[in-house]
């Protein structure tokens, strides 16, 4: 059934609904889908305990026994894959198949080490219950009505990001954070794009974008937030962590990419889909630096022409999972942050022919990802993409914009 069809069987079904109203609904059913299916889940031993009482190693472990190597004094040892790997097994109490490695910088340690204070279990939970929130009231603020509650717990990437423990709703609250506060609050705007850089590959294009448009605030607090968190992991951990970061970078992604140890069809960017079909690496790389440039290019324009402050952050938060190599789908409620301020240009002007249906169709790649084994996470940003390029034209085609030119 369609989404349009959903919409309409919502409006039958009792008293008239406006659209926004019947599309909140809709969420709301979906979230409570994914809350049955998790809880499901739980039951029948899938997530946070298996059928024996154990405790399940998601991606989550990693981040647990890294936090647990730095309260030892041995935080180098989250970047050594034995050694990691055998403090995982500990945190979960058996020796478990696969192995989640700690690809973050040395900051990352402070928040893991709080959590490994914790029973495993209970880190995980307290992991989800803290930064889940803080996504939602990010999409909500974006939106900027209560219905964005709904909308942001409704989206598909949320289920998917609380199995695997991860840190997806960080990411997202963090990207449109500081795209929510860039005008209003730049030096808060600012320290939120210095805490993203614990994961650094989802900022590459704050900086150009931020030069272009000459926030010099904005830059200024990114840029001491960021030194002042490595200066803290320097004095915390030492020089030693920052070394085996480094190196670690070039050892996953050969790991990922090219040996595919972590499943190709898990990974959501151009680069991995290349070399899910099969592609050589240099292939993937040169196919994937191109869509990088692309991006780079389609966004600068944008910022500098387009009139609309939601058009712009729409078109950057986007173009952020395009850019980035290393995509799985646990961070795409990344991808909600785009969609929200498409949603907000929507509920204010009314929504464009088939976009609803194109979000539809959005949310069902998410959602059937784990379950086919494709990487279905690019298609679905490629989607979201162009109804923000439909609603860029627009906006840069505008009779007030010619009329200014």
Same mark, same amino acid.
Request: aromatic share 12%; hydrophobic share 55%; with cysteine.
């Given at each position: 059934m369609?989404?349009?069809?959903? /919409?309409?069987?919502?409006? $039958?079904?009792?008293?008239?609904?406006?659209?926004?109203?019947?599309?909140?609904?809709?969420?709301?059913?979906?979230?409570? =889908? #994914?809350?049955? *299916?998790?809880?499901?889940?739980?039951?029948?031993? !899938?997530?946070?305990?298996?059928?024996?009482?154990?405790?399940?190693?998601?991606? *989550?472990?990693?981040?647990?026994?890294?936090?647990?190597?730095?309260?030892?004094?041995?935080?180098?040892?989250?970047?050594? @894959?034995?050694i990691?790997?055998?403090a995982e097994?500990?945190?979960?109490?058996?020796?478990?198949?696969?192995?989640?490695?700690?690809?973050?910088?040395?900051?990352? %340690?402070?928040?893991?080490?709080? %959590?490994a204070?914790?029973?495993?279990?209970?880190?995980?939970?307290?992991? +989800?219950?803290?930064?889940?929130?803080?996504?939602? +009231?990010?999409?909500?603020?974006?939106?900027?009505e209560?219905?964005g509650?709904?909308?942001a717990?409704?989206?598909?990437?949320?289920? @998917?990001?609380?199995?695997?423990?991860?840190?997806g709703?960080?990411?997202?609250?963090?990207?449109?954070?500081v795209? &929510?506060?860039?005008?209003?609050?730049?030096?808060?705007?600012? /320290?939120?794009?210095?805490? +993203?850089? #614990?994961?650094?590959?989802f900022?590459?294009?704050?900086?150009?974008? &931020?030069?272009?448009?000459r926030? @010099?605030?904005?830059?200024?607090?990114?840029?001491?937030?960021?030194?002042?968190?490595?200066?803290?992991?320097?004095?915390?951990?030492?020089?030693?962590?920052?070394?085996?970061?480094?190196?670690?970078?070039?050892?996953?992604?050969d790991a990922?990419? $090219?040996?595919?140890?972590?499943?190709? *069809?898990?990974?959501?960017?151009?680069?991995?889909?290349?070399?899910?079909?099969?592609?050589?690496?240099?292939?993937?790389?040169?196919?994937?630096?191109?869509?990088?440039?692309?991006?780079?290019?389609?966004?600068? !324009?944008?910022w500098r022409?387009?009139?609309?402050?939601?058009?712009?952050?729409?078109?950057?938060? /986007?173009?952020?999972?395009?850019?980035?190599p #290393?995509? !799985?789908?646990?961070?795409?409620?990344?991808?909600?942050?785009?969609?929200?301020?498409?949603?907000?240009?929507?509920?204010?002007?009314? =929504?464009?022919?088939?976009?609803?249906?194109?979000?539809?169709?959005?949310?069902? %790649?998410?959602?059937?990802?784990?379950?086919?084994?494709?990487?279905?996470g %690019?298609?679905?940003?490629?989607?979201?993409?162009?109804?923000?390029? $439909?609603?860029?034209?627009?906006?840069?085609?505008?009779?007030?914009?010619?009329?200014?030119?």
């Amino acid at each position: 059934m369609s989404l349009f069809s959903q /919409v309409s069987s919502a409006g $039958r079904a009792g008293p008239e609904l406006s659209l926004p109203d019947q599309l909140a609904r809709i969420c709301v059913i979906l979230a409570g =889908f #994914y809350l049955a *299916f998790l809880v499901g889940s739980a039951f029948q031993g !899938y997530w946070l305990i298996d059928p024996s009482g154990r405790p399940i190693a998601n991606d *989550f472990v990693n981040v647990f026994a890294a936090g647990k190597l730095a309260l030892q004094g041995k935080a180098v040892a989250a970047y050594d @894959w034995t050694i990691h790997k055998q403090a995982e097994d500990a945190a979960v109490g058996y020796a478990f198949d696969g192995y989640y490695n700690w690809p973050y910088p040395p900051t990352f %340690l402070f928040p893991a080490a709080a %959590l490994a204070t914790l029973p495993y279990i209970a880190a995980a939970l307290i992991w +989800l219950a803290l930064t889940l929130p803080l996504y939602v +009231l990010t999409i909500r603020a974006i939106i900027g009505e209560r219905r964005g509650v709904a909308l942001a717990l409704g989206f598909a990437g949320v289920v @998917w990001t609380i199995a695997a423990g991860q840190n997806g709703f960080l990411t997202a609250a963090l990207i449109g954070g500081v795209l &929510l506060l860039l005008d209003r609050r730049p030096v808060i705007a600012g /320290v939120l794009l210095g805490l +993203l850089t #614990y994961k650094p590959h989802f900022g590459l294009l704050f900086p150009l974008v &931020l030069l272009l448009d000459r926030r @010099w605030t904005v830059i200024a607090a990114a840029t001491l937030t960021a030194l002042a968190l490595a200066a803290a992991a320097w004095i915390a951990f030492g020089a030693e962590p920052w070394r085996a970061f480094v190196d670690q970078v070039l050892t996953t992604s050969d790991a990922v990419f $090219r040996d595919g140890r972590a499943g190709l *069809f898990k990974q959501q960017a151009l680069l991995g889909m290349v070399r899910f079909l099969g592609g050589p690496m240099a292939l993937a790389w040169t196919l994937h630096g191109l869509l990088m440039a692309a991006s780079a290019v389609a966004v600068c !324009y944008v910022w500098r022409y387009a009139r609309s402050s939601e058009i712009k952050a729409a078109s950057l938060s /986007v173009a952020v999972l395009l850019v980035t190599p #290393y995509l !799985y789908m646990y961070d795409f409620p990344v991808l909600a942050v785009p969609i929200a301020f498409l949603l907000r240009l929507a509920l204010r002007d009314g =929504f464009l022919e088939r976009e609803l249906a194109a979000l539809a169709v959005v949310s069902a %790649l998410i959602i059937v990802h784990p379950f086919i084994e494709l990487p279905t996470g %690019l298609p679905a940003t490629l989607i979201v993409a162009t109804l923000i390029a $439909r609603r860029a034209g627009r906006d840069l085609h505008s009779p007030a914009l010619t009329a200014q030119a």
